[in-house]
């Protein structure tokens, strides 16, 4: 006749180390007070300085092939109405009737066509378009580009 044995750990019901002897082994992960970066939620204040060392929070890692740079971009008629104010603070030369313009020193990047331009202005910029390029050249100015350089 087959007799069922019971489970070992149903026999150990009343003993409260289960056969592992002191009570403060086998504890698992409570032993260590958790796995990775555990303890590091809304209330973890005490880990916190030690996980911004770490750039634990936000996005980062690898980027998509043939994403684009931020383009800042500037028109002529934005330009057109501040070069007065910027001759003023010594931020553009001037030679003769001629303004000499460095747009990346301002934080732009691109040179865009819309408006007029009614100065003779020698741009430098990162990229411009095909009717900036036209409309300052008509005026007698010139658009050096990084391409070209």
């Given at each position: 006749?087959?007799?069922?044995?019971?489970?070992?750990?149903?026999?150990?019901?009343?003993?409260t180390?289960?056969?592992?002897?002191?009570?403060k082994?086998h504890r698992?992960?409570?032993?260590?007070?958790g796995a990775?970066?555990?303890?590091?939620?809304?209330?973890g204040?005490?880990?916190k300085p030690?996980?911004?060392?770490?750039?634990?929070?936000?996005?980062f890692?690898?980027?998509?092939?043939?994403?684009?740079?931020?383009?800042?971009?500037?028109?002529l008629?934005?330009?057109?109405?501040k070069?007065?104010?910027?001759?003023?603070q010594d931020?553009?030369?001037?030679?003769?009737?001629?303004?000499i313009i460095?747009?990346?020193?301002?934080?732009?990047?691109?040179?865009?066509?819309?408006?007029?331009m009614?100065?003779?202005?020698?741009?430098?910029?990162d990229?411009?378009s095909?009717?900036?390029?036209?409309?300052?050249?008509?005026?007698?100015?010139e658009?050096?580009?990084?391409?070209?350089?």
């Open positions: 006749m087959v007799v069922n044995q019971r489970k070992k750990n149903t026999r150990q019901r009343a003993k180390t289960h056969g592992w002897g002191s009570m082994k698992g992960k409570g032993n260590k007070g990775g970066m555990a303890g590091t939620g809304k209330r204040d005490a880990k030690s996980i911004w060392k770490r750039k634990y929070f936000g996005k890692g690898f980027k998509k092939k043939g994403q684009a740079a931020d383009v800042n971009a500037l028109t008629y934005q330009l057109n109405e070069i007065e104010q910027l001759v003023a931020k553009v030369t001037k030679k003769e009737d001629t303004f460095d747009l990346n020193s301002f934080g732009y990047n691109k040179l865009l066509g819309s408006g007029v009614s100065k003779k202005v020698n741009v430098t910029v990229s411009a095909e009717s900036a390029k036209s409309k300052i050249n008509k005026a007698g100015g658009v050096i580009t990084k391409k070209e350089e």
